[in-house]
């Protein structure tokens, strides 16, 4: 009974790791709660932990490692993403999880994108990002120089490595 989209880029297999505010996806579509709260309590729960977190992940969860950084100051002392969607609120697969998950205000968007959110950030914390130059959603989709530029007009410490003929998949990681 849970929401889902034939595409691969909506739906159950791409939650943008944001609340969904729109029905059907309302419901079950919960993964920045998930992924900041409920995990880390349950992990925290079951295995030992040391206070000292880090966060990463590649593609959408690249979106979502750097999102989760950005709106937790101080959960995390460092943030990693590989091809990450940088700039959401500008790109096709974006418009397309945004306006399904959040509606039409494109102004509620702005919440859920890194470019946006290191304009404000309250911490610093270091951002590593690495996207391969064989990436074939590089330039419509990823577009890694939309962070550089933002993060270099807030002062904001990145890193972005560019890998030579490194793509999209997992061999990347």
């Known amino acids: 009974g849970i929401a889902n989209d034939p595409a691969y880029d909506l739906g159950q297999g791409a939650g943008f790791y944001l609340n969904a505010t729109q029905e059907p996806w309302q419901k079950h579509f919960r993964m920045f709660d998930y992924v900041t709260l409920e995990l880390p309590a349950?992990?925290?729960?079951?295995?030992p932990t040391a206070p000292r977190r880090a966060i990463m992940g590649h593609s959408m969860g690249?979106?979502?490692?750097?999102?989760?950084?950005?709106k937790n100051p101080g959960m995390y002392?460092?943030?990693?993403?590989?091809?990450?969607?940088?700039?959401?609120?500008q790109v096709p697969w974006g418009h397309k999880a945004?306006?399904?998950y959040l509606g039409p205000d494109r102004e509620v968007w702005r919440a859920w994108d890194t470019c946006e959110l290191v304009q404000?950030?309250?911490?610093?914390?270091p951002m590593l990002v690495d996207q391969g130059t064989a990436d074939s959603f590089l330039d419509a989709q990823l577009?890694?120089?939309r962070l550089q530029a933002a993060c270099d007009r807030a002062g904001y410490p990145l890193t972005?490595?560019?890998?030579?003929?490194?793509?999209?998949?997992?061999?990347f990681i």
């Open 120 to 125: 404000n950030a309250t911490e610093q914390l």
């Open 143 to 145: 577009q890694p120089e």
């Open 98 to 100: 945004f306006g399904a």
């Open 42 to 47: 349950l992990v925290d729960a079951h295995f």
């Open 62 to 70: 690249g979106h979502g490692a750097l999102i989760a950084a950005l």
């Open 77 to 89: 002392r460092s943030v990693s993403a590989f091809a990450p969607i940088v700039a959401p609120t």
């Open 160 to 171: 972005l490595r560019m890998q030579a003929s490194y793509d999209h998949s997992y061999y």
